[in-house]
């Protein structure tokens, strides 16, 4: 098939850099500077220590000048820019050309079925850990696959496509729990890394933040529960093991998340790293949609919205915010906030757990 790949950041180049090289036609949709980058650099994926080079891939900054029609488009933006490309698409390409929603977090596929209707859009989950080190310099961090949802008429055809490109897919008959189970993943250590901006190994040294970190998580199951989901596992990332353990003792619990948390990325840094500071974030569609549904159904999510709403201060630059990058402040929000496990912990850093 031919794909049209929008957005070529780590993700996007990623996929369209392994189809193309697979031999597939794939055009590059992103702005002018990013457009201009590649032109002039090409693409060079490093892979297991090898780096391939796409010299030329073909690029477009209007989907009214690409230079041939996508049988599907691999949509690998920001959350926030979701909506905004879900009206382009509905504007410049046919209407019967189905969209792969590679986008972390929940809601997104809604917003694009809202734009293009529910029978053009193909839920996706990315689990491989990808670096962009520049424009056109990306590097496989961890190699794992893609999940897609079993549902569509071009989800075989897709998975087949995506064998050939070496990206290991696996079709998931739900999509929810598919994408709800990617969403207990990126939890992981990603909001209180940015918050303290320590690393996510660190964050799992300290037990009052190792005891957040599992409140946040248990809070996601039980939302998921209240769902009828249940996590799955997806390519590489055992995240129903995730699910259930999160309830099990710590000194069951404590050494899976810190190996997970030490090396579920490699040196990729948790993605609400880069954040901090910028004004926008994907954070109201990880653990902010946790809040909106727990309170949607009754499921309490203290230390998810005590996350989101210092984390969203951070990222808006607001003021006083600073003062919650210290871990006894953190963790004093959200013992206030009604955050169970937290008391009688010194604030400082303590030794790792057994």
């Known amino acids: 098939m031919r794909y049209l790949v929008y957005g070529a950041g780590a993700v996007g180049g990623y996929l369209g850099a392994s189809l193309a090289l697979s031999g597939f036609p794939v055009t590059f949709f992103d702005r002018a500077e990013v457009v201009r980058d590649l032109r002039a650099g090409g693409l060079t994926l490093e892979k297991h220590g090898q780096a391939r080079h796409l010299p030329s891939p073909a690029l477009a900054t209007q989907l009214e000048h690409l230079p041939a029609q996508p049988d599907v488009v691999l949509l690998a933006v920001k959350?926030?820019?979701?909506?905004?490309?879900?009206?382009?698409?509905r504007d410049g390409?046919?209407?019967?050309?189905?969209?792969?929603?590679?986008?972390?977090?929940?809601?997104?596929?809604?917003?694009?079925?809202?734009?293009?209707?529910?029978?053009?859009?193909?839920?996706?989950?990315?689990?491989?850990?990808?670096?962009?080190?520049?424009?056109?310099?990306?590097?496989?961090?961890?190699?794992?696959?893609?999940?897609?949802?079993?549902?569509?008429?071009?989800?075989?055809?897709?998975?087949?496509?995506?064998?050939t490109a070496g990206?290991?897919?696996?079709?998931?008959?739900?999509?929810?729990?598919?994408?709800?189970?990617?969403?207990l993943v990126n939890l992981v250590a990603n909001a209180t890394s940015a918050i303290l901006d320590w690393s996510a190994e660190d964050v799992f040294r300290h037990r009052g933040l190792y005891h957040l970190e599992v409140e946040a998580l248990r809070e996601a199951v039980r939302v998921m529960r209240g769902l009828g989901l249940r996590p799955v596992n997806?390519?590489?990332?055992?995240?129903?093991?995730?699910?259930?353990?999160?309830f099990w003792p710590d000194w069951v619990t404590h050494p899976i998340l810190h190996r997970a948390a030490a090396s579920g990325r490699g040196e990729k840094r948790p993605s609400f790293a880069y954040d901090v500071g910028r004004g926008r974030s994907e954070i109201g569609w990880l653990n902010g949609a946790v809040v909106r549904c727990g309170a949607r159904l009754d499921v309490p999510t203290p230390a998810s919205r005590v996350l989101t709403d210092v984390l969203t201060m951070l990222i808006e630059g607001k003021p006083g915010a600073k003062?919650?990058?210290r871990p006894e402040s953190l963790l004093a929000a959200a013992s206030a906030a009604g955050v169970p496990g937290l008391r009688g912990y010194n604030p400082d850093a303590l030794p790792p757990m057994a």
């Open 79 to 89: 959350a926030y820019d979701c909506a905004a490309a879900a009206d382009n698409i």
């Open 167 to 183: 990206l290991n897919p696996r079709l998931y008959r739900s999509a929810d729990a598919m994408k709800w189970s990617k969403l």
């Open 323 to 325: 003062a919650y990058r």
């Open 234 to 246: 997806l390519p590489g990332v055992p995240a129903g093991l995730l699910g259930a353990a999160v």
């Open 93 to 163: 390409l046919p209407q019967t050309v189905p969209v792969v929603c590679v986008l972390n977090g929940i809601g997104n596929e809604a917003t694009l079925a809202a734009a293009l209707g529910d029978e053009r859009v193909i839920a996706a989950s990315l689990t491989s850990a990808i670096q962009r080190l520049d424009t056109g310099l990306l590097r496989v961090e961890k190699d794992r696959g893609i999940g897609l949802a079993a549902g569509h008429a071009l989800s075989h055809s897709l998975k087949a496509d995506l064998v």
